[in-house]
């Protein structure tokens, strides 16, 4: 066994330990009990051996050399010493602290993304747009306790987004992927609750201009509208024809002849299938034939906007007319039994860009003589008014239109049967009233009786 190094630790005898002696090696001081120095790869530390209040063997670190002088590591020393004569185990409370950093370390906004946050999202259609969304907007906070981002800092926060210009529909979804963030660490244990809870962002009064325009974003088309759509729809496949031929006599003969062919692209029948089903956009740029049958009349699919949390898929009935349109579609593709039904020719993946239907929306319109106003988004709109207006429960309309819940439903479609509730009554009233044998009846029970029928 290697013998014990014993003397008084001083700055003579450390210079010399540090540069003669073996790594591992220690001195122990003959002032101190239990104060020692040991040499490392890298350097010098002070180091006091001890015996906690149940007699265990610790050893702690005091600092280094020659940060700290031989005289100061003592005198520290000695201060452990006197706290563990009064009961304390300061290697605990030292190690301690480090958990609680690290602890605090790890519930950072920015440390939760990275070690949690991020492989949950990538789960998710457009988690990788979430991740970028929070580091982009909350740079600043990546290092702050979850628990401690409070309302006063979304407070500021917004006040900052409105001064960039960005619009208040941005940063409500940009703070709602905070929320859903915090709300997910407190799920999984990481912290107890965060403050942010009940906080909602202050909404900006609306202009003039946004007062005017808010009692016109969810309309329905008139029979006039709905008329000048479908003449819209026909004129942009007739320039389209058009367009054809005069290519094809011009040196381009090897183009399909569009005038033997029902639809010239993907417009007609993509137009008229939210119409007709008032599906989404998402949805219909990610509608497969695996989704429809068209011998039962029914399209089956994941609603993309609520698939993270509802991956079940719903089943959806067509009418007669849209099932006339996707037949002769599916035809004209070929038959096909899989893939996209309204593909890209361009996407590497098939899938339309989620703009795709812009520029070919505003032709449309435009060939009709339709407002500019009028989003492609309207014909779903137009779905939902025309079936309440109609007469169709609203019920049955959120299962329609796929609406998570049917105050949604209730919220932008209800003022559309101002009077069901009568209507309901008088029904019952109706319905409920026995007849009376004329004989009998007392003058109100007559009045009753005339007024249910």
């Known amino acids: ?45 002070y180091r006091l051996f001890y015996r906690n209040a149940e007699g265990k063997q610790k050893t702690l670190t005091i600092g280094r050399y020659p940060a700290l002088t031989a005289d100061q590591a003592r005198e520290l020393a000695r201060q452990m010493i006197g706290r563990v004569s009064a009961g304390e185990d300061v290697l605990e409370q030292k190690q301690e602290a480090r958990r609680a950093a690290k602890r605090q370390q790890q519930q950072s906004l920015g440390a939760y993304i990275v070690e949690v946050y991020e492989a949950h999202q990538r789960r998710r259609k457009s988690g990788e747009l979430t991740i970028k969304m929070l580091r982009t907007h909350f740079a600043t906070w990546l290092d702050k306790p979850m628990d401690a981002i409070t309302p006063r800092n979304i407070s500021r926060w917004q006040a900052e987004q409105e001064t960039a210009g ?10 709602g992927a ?62 389209a024809r058009r367009g054809r031929r005069n290519s094809r006599s011009h040196g381009k003969a090897h183009l399909p002849d569009l005038d033997t062919a029902i639809y010239v692209d993907h417009v007609k029948p993509w137009i008229l299938t939210m119409f007709y089903c008032g599906f989404r956009p998402g949805d219909l740029f990610g509608l497969r034939w695996e989704h429809v049958n068209l011998n039962f009349g029914t399209i089956r699919k994941v609603i993309e906007k609520t698939a993270h949390h509802q991956s079940d898929p719903r089943t959806f009935p067509i009418s007669k007319p849209l099932i006339q349109v996707l037949t002769v579609w599916h035809e004209q593709r070929g038959k096909p039994t899989s893939g996209y039904v309204f593909p890209s020719a361009s996407s590497k993946s098939g899938r339309m860009d989620k703009h795709a239907m812009q520029k070919p929306w505003r032709k449309v319109r435009e060939f009709a003589g339709l407002s500019e106003d009028l989003q492609l988004y309207t014909l779903r709109h137009n779905f939902a008014s025309q079936l309440i207006l109609a007469g169709a429960d ?21 003022h559309l049967r101002p009077d069901l509730a009568r209507e309901y009554i008088e029904r019952f009233a109706a319905s409920q009233t026995p007849d009376i044998p004329v004989a009998h009846q007392t003058a109100e029970s007559a009045s009753i009786s005339s007024l249910a029928n």
């Not at 609203?394 to 209800?414: F, N, P, R, W």
């Open 166 to 175: 960005l619009a208040f529909e941005t940063s409500k979804r940009i703070f």
């Open 178 to 239: 905070l929320k859903t963030c915090l709300n997910h660490a407190v799920k999984t244990g990481t912290i107890d609750s965060h403050q942010l809870t009940k906080c909602q962002l202050e909404k900006p009064h609306l202009t003039d201009e946004e007062l005017a325009e808010a009692g016109t974003a969810r309309r329905y088309l008139s029979e006039d509208e709905t008329k000048a759509l479908f003449d819209g729809i026909d004129a942009y496949q007739e320039e």
């Open 394 to 414: 609203l019920l049955t309309v959120s299962k329609l239109m796929a609406h998570e819940d049917i105050q949604t439903t209730i919220k932008h479609y209800g």
């Open 1 to 45: 066994m290697a013998s014990r190094t014993t003397t008084k630790i001083t700055a003579g005898v450390l210079k010399a330990f540090a540069k003669g002696a073996e790594p591992n090696s220690k001195i122990w001081d003959t002032e101190l009990k239990g104060f020692h120095a040991l040499k490392t790869t890298t350097g010098i530390s």
